[in-house]
Each structure stands twice: as C-alpha cells, then as structure tokens.
C-alpha cells in the first residue's frame, strides 16, 4: 500500500546535515520509505492515500537514546529539600537519593511501574519522539532488573514508539552487597546478565563508570561478558570525574560514552577512531548545575559523532521534553541547531546501533517522521518547550496522540 505525503519542506538529516528539499513530496509503502525528492519529480502513480501537509516541515522522528523512563516513586521531595539547605550528603544518610528509588522500584509491581512509566513515555510522544531507549539499573538485583526490562518490552508493545531495552544492572551498588561491589559485579557477569539475555529482554549493556559506582576494571569485567553473550555496549562515563570510561568504552566498540563533561581530548581520539557516539545529556548538566563543560571543541575537531537525549531519571534529570533538551544542548553547550537536530535524530539512531534503518529520511529507512507547523527547522530548538503543532508518522502510519 502506497501512500505520497506532499506539500511540505523536509530535513532529511542525511549525514547528520539538515540536507534539505524545499517543496518536497515523500512516497511510503508499508512502513519504509521509497522515493523522497522535491514534489515536481513525484512518481505518478495508484496511491492508496494523498496527505496534504499543509506547508509543515518534516523532519525524522525523535529519537531518545538515553533515559531511565521506568522507576518507582519520584524525588521531587529531596529537591525541595536541596533547595531548602539540606545537604545532598545528608539525604544520601538518610536512606535518599538513588538508594530511595531502588526501594520504591522494588516496591513496585510489574504494573504499578507500567502504569507511571507510560505517563512519562506518552510526554515524550507528545513532543514527536518515535524510538527510545529504556535502562534499567533501579532494580539492582535479578527479579528487579527483569521487571524493569519486562516493563520497557511491554511500554513498546502498548505505544506507537520504537523501544531499546539496556540492562544498566551496574548502575549502583544494591544494599546488600554494601562494600562487597567486587561480588556485585560477579553476581551480574555469571548470573544476572546471562540470565536477562537468555529472555530476550536486553538489547543492550550500560553501566556507571565513576569513583561512587564502578571502576574501569569493573566496567570491564561487565563488558567482556557483554561481548560474550554477543551484546553491545554503552557507559556513562566523565560524568563527574575523569577515569577513561569513554576510552575503555572505544576500546569495546561501544555504541556510545555518554554525560562526557570531563572526558579528555584522547578520549575523543578513541572515541572518533571506533565510532563511538558521544551522547550529551544537558538536562543533567542543568540539574545538577555542573559547570564543565563537554569538550565541544574537541569533539567537533576529530569528528565524533554527537548525540543529545534526555537522561529522564528521578535524581538527575527529571527531563519529559527532548525539544527542550535540544534548547539546552544550544544555549548551554553553544551547539548549532542543526547539531542540536541530528543529535536527536541520525546521531541518536547510531547512538543505539540503528542508524542504518533510522534517524534520516531516505530511500529504504523506517518512515518514521514528524510534519511540524514551524517556520523553520531551528524552531525545533528555539521554543523552549510546549507543545507544537504536528502530526507523527511511524511505520508509515499516522500516529498522532
Ligand atoms: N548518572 C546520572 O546522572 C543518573 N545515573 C547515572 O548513572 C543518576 C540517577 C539517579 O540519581 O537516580
Ligand atoms: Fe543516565
């Protein structure tokens, strides 16, 4: 079934470019894309349906590689606490920060986390978001984890949006293996991982490399065995300090290093030589009101690709806009637009080892993409978020919400 969608400009995002086609006309059969070009070169043809877009601008789908979206309870009580003069470090003491959401996602049933989880996921959509990908990491013991796991599989079975489940499983050391994370991690490589992979649940490995989670040489451990099991791999890395996770996460081929504010100039070199995306996480970098920058220069300078997403977590990055993360990643991180786009778009589909099906709006790709009433494409970025006028395409079908 053929479908042509005209009256409209698009930005491809081919190569990571605006690449436009003013006056632009696109042909869909099923759910791939089989002829775009400027309108007046349309193959004629028996379309089952005409869309007129009214002038809109198409982009790609929005693609969020980077969230937690799946957790219990929230943190907004230990934010105004923060705000109020109590200590981080005395929250922590106090059973708070990423500890008190491990307990409430414990807490949680499988629907009870469904059920928040999509109020969050369906904000996303709402803003032309058409993949995500979902850790877990808040679960920290095998039950929990495949709860987590299990709730991102359905969250991408019950809405129009594409799903990339990541077990983040050394994300935080779980109570009971306090001061035992050496056992932890063994506990993740013989029993968790082997088992979560066997169900099919993960599409990919994370996990936190940082002096309050792992070492390099942990992360390793967890990465050898990721490659075993024939998984790809992901790391936050050079969040708060410097410890070479993003080189140690090139040396892995790793589909991406993410947060980066103290990454190093060879660690771009690493990165840039494996083809490892770099994922910018403004939203954290807001919240936490961090002032190292990322190394924008460097990265630019050696040509590592450059992703943005919204890190939605409860401690962090309480962040349901990925347009308002593209405003950040412009005024904070001085990105272009235009970067600022094809980080959540083709950078983002690399991002998640999909850029060769995703991202961009090209001959044989998912039609994935979203008609926006703006005047241009820099208004993705400008507006700091709201909600903008649009229709939502995936698979080839109109999925507005
Ligand atoms: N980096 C972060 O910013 C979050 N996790 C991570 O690895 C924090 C998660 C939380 O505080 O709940
Ligand atoms: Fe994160």
């Known amino acids: 079934m ?139 013991d095998l039950a929990n984890e495949r709860k987590m796991l299990r709730v991102a599989r359905r969250l991408g079975e019950a809405l129009p949006v594409s799903v990339r489940a990541t077990c983040l499983a050394a994300h935080a ?23 979560l992979a066997a169900e099919g649940l993960v599409d990919a490995v994370d996990a936190f490399c940082e002096y309050l989670a792992f070492s390099p040489e942990q992360v390793e451990r967890v990465f050898k065995v990721a490659q075993q099991l024939g998984l790809p791999v992901k790391l936050h890395a050079e969040q708060l300090s410097s410890l070479h996770g993003s080189s140690l996460a090139a040396r892995y081929q790793a589909l991406s290093a993410d947060h980066l504010e103290f990454m190093t100039e060879d660690d771009a070199i690493a990165m840039a030589a494996a083809g490892t995306v770099a994922v910018l996480l403004p939203g954290a970098f807001y919240f936490l009101r961090e002032t190292q920058l990322p190394p924008m220069e460097a990265l630019r300078k050696h040509g590592v690709k450059i992703a943005i997403a919204s890190d939605l977590n409860p401690g962090t990055s309480p962040a349901l806009s990925v347009r308002l993360m593209l405003n950040m990643a412009c005024t904070l991180f001085r990105m272009t637009p235009e970067e600022a786009l094809a980080g959540a778009t083709q950078h983002a589909a690399t991002a998640l080892g999909m850029g060769d099906t995703h991202g961009s709006l090209e001959v044989g790709k998912v039609a994935d993409f979203v008609a926006w009433q703006i005047d241009r494409p820099a208004d993705l970025a400008y507006w700091l978020g709201g909600e903008l006028d649009k229709r939502v395409v995936r698979h080839g079908v109109d999925v507005t919400v």
């Open 2 to 140: 053929k479908t042509l969608w005209q009256h409209c400009h698009v930005a491809t995002m081919a190569q990571g470019r605006y690449s436009i086609i003013e006056d632009a006309a696109m042909v869909t059969a099923g759910s791939l894309i089989e002829w775009i070009g400027p309108r007046s070169q349309a193959p004629t043809g028996d379309y089952a349906q005409v869309h007129d877009l009214q002038g809109a601008w198409v982009t790609p789908g929005l693609i969020d590689c980077h969230t937690h979206t799946v957790f219990g309870g929230n943190r907004s009580g230990e934010f105004e606490q923060r705000l109020e003069g109590v200590s981080y470090a005395d929250i922590a003491a106090k059973g708070g920060g990423i500890a008190s959401t491990v307990r409430a996602t414990r807490a949680a049933t499988e629907d009870e986390l469904f059920a928040s989880a999509e109020k969050r996921l369906r904000s996303l959509l709402r803003d032309g978001v058409t993949t995500v990908e979902i850790k877990s990491g808040y679960g920290l």
């Open 173 to 195: 050391l779980p109570p009971e293996y306090k001061d035992r994370a050496d056992a932890y991690i063994e506990h993740i490589c013989t029993e968790m991982l082997p088992a």
